[in-house]
């Protein structure tokens, strides 16, 4: 069987939005597909960069569009090669629809992510890092263009007649209804679900997360009644991110949060500090690892926050926490 030919096209947003396609790219090869990028091309040998686009969008079998803010702008636009593919692919859109297949990454109103000549396509939604396996296995069925989820067939319609209402049997029906009831509220129930290895990763990639928006969102708070004050946020791949906080243009702190490491794979680990080598994961200030309470409920739980409330157990506690024992302190 023939290898289905894939070409990615989207628009250099940042090194780390470049880094995040050479990988869908590599875990579509991974799953059969000849995946290409412009890097992929350029990488090893001078190319002509417009005959490429010319080549890769005529003769791959689909064309995987990034949709990104910057990605519309310059694709209503026709700003360089962004604009360039747009040309090219417009006539896609009435010959083989089909074979544009647009996938998002944005935090914010999705409708800017959509050029005039998409608006109205459906877009598979790449936007949270958590979700990235999820929506990868949505990408390929679609692309083997194979259902994802069993279709029930069509039966024969049931035969289908009048029912005479019987006052008797509604009252009886009603009586032996109140008769049952009875108070169970003093009864535990209890909950029989295993959690299983996958249950905790999932939890824990979800809690990660949310550390992350919740603190994207602080900061921004923060930045809002401080206009001296900035912060970035580097996203190093999907399970390790860096803050890093300036004021009147000065580092005064940072913070590396990354999930997994030297310590085991189901933990969250943060470090501190101005300087710091953001490639190694071998020292950190505070791990949250989890727990499972008698409820047979999953929390999570710091270990190493001996100053402040080592009971904060929820995405929301735990970033309090880090703003109020360590990152606060740099406006001191």
Same mark, same amino acid.
């Given at each position: 069987?023939?290898?289905?030919?894939?070409?990615?096209?989207?628009?250099?947003?940042?090194?780390?939005?470049?880094?995040?396609?050479?990988?869908?790219?590599?875990?579509?090869?991974?799953?059969?597909?000849?995946?290409?990028?412009?890097?992929?091309?350029?990488?090893?040998?001078?190319?002509?960069?417009?005959?490429?686009?010319?080549?890769?969008?005529?003769?791959?079998?689909?064309?995987?569009?990034?949709?990104?803010?910057?990605?519309?702008?310059?694709?209503?636009?026709?700003?360089?090669?962004?604009?360039?593919?747009?040309?090219?692919?417009?006539?896609?859109?009435?010959?083989?629809?089909?074979?544009?297949?647009?996938?998002?990454?944005?935090?914010?109103?999705?409708?800017?992510?959509?050029?005039?000549?998409?608006?109205?396509?459906?877009?598979?939604?790449?936007?949270?890092?958590?979700?990235?396996?999820?929506?990868?296995?949505?990408?390929?069925?679609?692309?083997?263009?194979?259902?994802?989820?069993?279709?029930?067939?069509?039966?024969?319609?049931?035969?289908?007649?009048?029912?005479?209402?019987?006052?008797?049997?509604?009252?009886?029906?009603?009586?032996?209804?109140?008769?049952?009831?009875?108070?169970?509220?003093?009864?535990?129930?209890?909950?029989?679900?295993?959690?299983?290895?996958?249950?905790?990763?999932?939890?824990?990639?979800?809690?990660?997360?949310?550390?992350?928006?919740?603190?994207?969102?602080?900061?921004?708070?923060?930045?809002?009644?401080?206009?001296?004050?900035?912060?970035?946020?580097?996203?190093?791949?999907?399970?390790?991110?860096?803050?890093?906080?300036?004021?009147?243009?000065?580092?005064?702190?940072?913070?590396?949060?990354?999930?997994?490491?030297?310590?085991?794979? *189901?933990? $969250?680990? =943060?470090?501190?500090?101005?300087? +710091?080598?953001?490639?190694? &994961?071998? %020292?950190?200030? !505070?791990? /949250?690892?989890?727990?499972?309470?008698?409820? *047979?409920? $999953?929390? =999570?739980?710091?270990?190493?926050? +001996?100053?402040?409330?080592? &009971?904060? %157990?929820?995405? !929301?506690? /735990?970033?309090?926490?880090?703003?109020?024992?360590?990152?606060?302190?740099?406006?001191?």
């Amino acid at each position: 069987m023939q290898k289905k030919r894939v070409f990615i096209s989207y628009s250099w947003d940042s090194k780390e939005h470049q880094e995040w396609v050479l990988y869908l790219a590599n875990q579509l090869r991974k799953n059969g597909f000849e995946a290409e990028t412009d890097i992929f091309e350029t990488q090893q040998k001078t190319v002509n960069l417009y005959k490429m686009m010319v080549e890769k969008v005529r003769d791959s079998d689909y064309i995987v569009v990034v949709l990104t803010e910057n990605y519309a702008g310059k694709a209503d636009s026709f700003e360089g090669g962004v604009g360039f593919e747009s040309q090219l692919t417009l006539p896609l859109l009435m010959e083989n629809p089909n074979k544009l297949v647009p996938i998002m990454r944005h935090r914010g109103d999705f409708n800017k992510v959509f050029p005039f000549h998409f608006k109205g396509q459906y877009a598979i939604d790449f936007s949270k890092d958590s979700e990235f396996d999820d929506k990868l296995e949505e990408l390929i069925y679609k692309l083997y263009q194979k259902p994802r989820y069993f279709v029930e067939p069509v039966g024969e319609a049931p035969t289908l007649q009048p029912k005479i209402p019987s006052r008797i049997s509604q009252t009886s029906a009603m009586d032996r209804k109140e008769t049952n009831v009875w108070d169970l509220s003093d009864i535990e129930i209890p909950n029989l679900k295993r959690l299983t290895d996958r249950d905790i990763d999932k939890f824990m990639k979800e809690s990660y997360q949310q550390i992350i928006e919740l603190l994207h969102s602080l900061l921004n708070k923060v930045q809002e009644s401080n206009p001296n004050f900035e912060f970035e946020q580097e996203d190093i791949h999907n399970l390790k991110t860096v803050f890093n906080l300036y004021i009147d243009g000065n580092s005064v702190d940072g913070v590396k949060i990354w999930y997994g490491g030297s310590f085991g794979r *189901n933990s $969250i680990n =943060l470090l501190y500090g101005r300087h +710091m080598n953001i490639m190694s &994961d071998n %020292s950190m200030n !505070e791990m /949250i690892s989890y727990e499972v309470n008698d409820k *047979n409920q $999953i929390r =999570l739980k710091m270990t190493m926050n +001996m100053f402040g409330n080592k &009971d904060a %157990s929820t995405p !929301e506690e /735990i970033v309090k926490e880090i703003w109020k024992n360590h990152l606060s302190r740099s406006f001191l």
